[in-house]
């Protein structure tokens, strides 16, 4: 249940907004004030650049001072200095083994570089239609009830009584096949009492993002309930000049080539601030996109109470549910399932260690869905779980 509470928490706005979003012809009709409104988020997000940068694919990426970009434009971070990097890292405890397993030749997913000047962060232009589809996908993180439509979760949950600080683990990156009113993602999320959250991992999400593509997601929901995925609203402070948030390259092949992401979200004591890191992007060097500040989430100044890592699947209310992962039940091999490896939770002194106390496996569909928690593997693979499913429409509601 704690699993359920936790994961399904991050993403119970999937199908409450999609319920109450009216469309025609699959097209959102809006009302002269919610035309309004998105005018008026489209001037928060779009700052005016220094400089703007079209990528491989098109996408354009303003380049904006890093004291003008849009998460300052919060209420609770109108007079927030901005920190240009944690205080310190987490501290691992664990020793390296110079063994090459089957996953430690898989290599470290490229994030696309942006490279924006010094002193300016990159972040990707906002079309009003990239807010329409936003919205339906669910910007907002109403309160738990038991049940809901399209949902569906496979992975661990700590359970019993703890405080964490953070998490990091490698997953591979793939690319689901889904359609538009589908999603898909592999996800690390941090909870507090069940109010509290901070998640990040990747996601197909065609409604999120406007194509098939595999990204980088956060979200973040503070306790008074506001809150957003990505910077799609104030709130998240990008200190990276050269990275934003897209991956789209180097994804894994199914029985082929591996490439990871790790990823980790962690509390930086001194500052408060909770960050978001991509570390051993190359040997030893670690890449801080930013922070959520304190001030954001005071509700996890203390640490957090629970911490999941899974896979998540979203579709329409009775329709059928899109494949996790690589659409396949765990098989206990790396090049055939999606994993999460080298799992680790960081404890009040900042040091990162295995997965330490009561921990549990939760599929919600397992006829589309399975988990496999295999423990403690060796030095290299660390935890290791694997998760994932074909979907179908069999998977319940």
Avoid at 26 to 45: A, C, F, H, M, T
Avoid at 108 to 136: F, M, N, W, Y
Avoid at 255 to 275: K, V
Avoid at 281 to 288: L, N, R, S
């Amino acid at each position: 249940m704690a699993f359920k509470v936790s994961l399904f928490l991050f993403f119970v706005a999937l199908v409450v907004s999609s319920l109450c979003n009216f469309e025609v012809d699959g097209r959102r009709i809006l009302s002269k004030d919610e035309d309004l409104e998105l005018e008026q988020q489209l001037n928060v997000l779009n700052k005016p650049m220094i400089k703007t940068i079209q990528d491989e694919s098109g996408d354009l990426f303003d380049c904006i001072d890093i004291n003008m970009q849009p998460a300052l434009d919060h209420p609770l971070l109108k007079d927030h200095k901005i920190q240009m990097k944690p205080t310190s890292h987490p501290k691992s405890l664990a020793k390296k083994s110079s063994s090459t397993s089957q996953r430690k030749e898989s290599p470290k997913a490229l994030l696309r570089k942006i490279g924006c000047p010094e002193g300016t962060v990159p972040i990707q232009r906002t079309k009003k239609e990239d807010l329409i589809r936003a919205k339906s996908f669910g910007l907002n993180f109403p309160m738990l009830t038991t049940e809901f439509p399209g949902l569906h979760l496979a992975g661990i949950h700590s359970t019993g009584a703890a405080t964490f600080y953070g998490a990091q683990a490698s997953m591979n990156l793939i690319n689901p096949k889904v359609t538009e009113d589908q999603a898909s993602m592999a996800i690390i999320s941090i909870v507090n009492n069940n109010k509290v959250i901070l998640a990040a991992g990747w996601a197909v999400a065609p409604k999120l993002y406007g194509d098939h593509d595999t990204h980088l997601i956060t979200y973040w929901k503070g306790d008074n309930n506001s809150g957003c995925y990505n910077l799609m609203c104030p709130g998240f402070v990008l200190v990276e000049n050269h990275y934003g948030f897209q991956v789209k390259q180097n994804i894994s092949v199914l029985d082929g080539p591996q490439n990871e992401m790790e990823i980790l979200i962690w509390h930086d004591n001194q500052s408060d601030s909770w960050w978001v890191s991509y570390p051993n992007v190359t040997k030893d060097h670690t890449i801080d996109i930013g922070y959520w500040p304190g001030s954001l989430v005071p509700g996890l100044s203390k640490g957090a109470s629970s911490v999941s890592f899974g896979g998540i699947t979203q579709g329409p209310a009775n329709g059928p549910s899109p494949p996790m992962g690589y659409g396949t039940f765990p098989k206990n091999n790396f090049k055939l399932s999606g994993y999460f490896a080298e799992m680790q939770i960081i404890d009040q002194n900042g040091y990162l260690t295995g997965l330490v106390g009561s921990w549990e496996e939760s599929a919600d569909s397992p006829q589309c869905y399975g988990v496999n928690n295999y423990g403690k593997q060796d030095d290299d693979n660390g935890y290791v779980m694997e998760y994932g499913g074909p979907g179908g429409s069999n998977c319940g509601k």
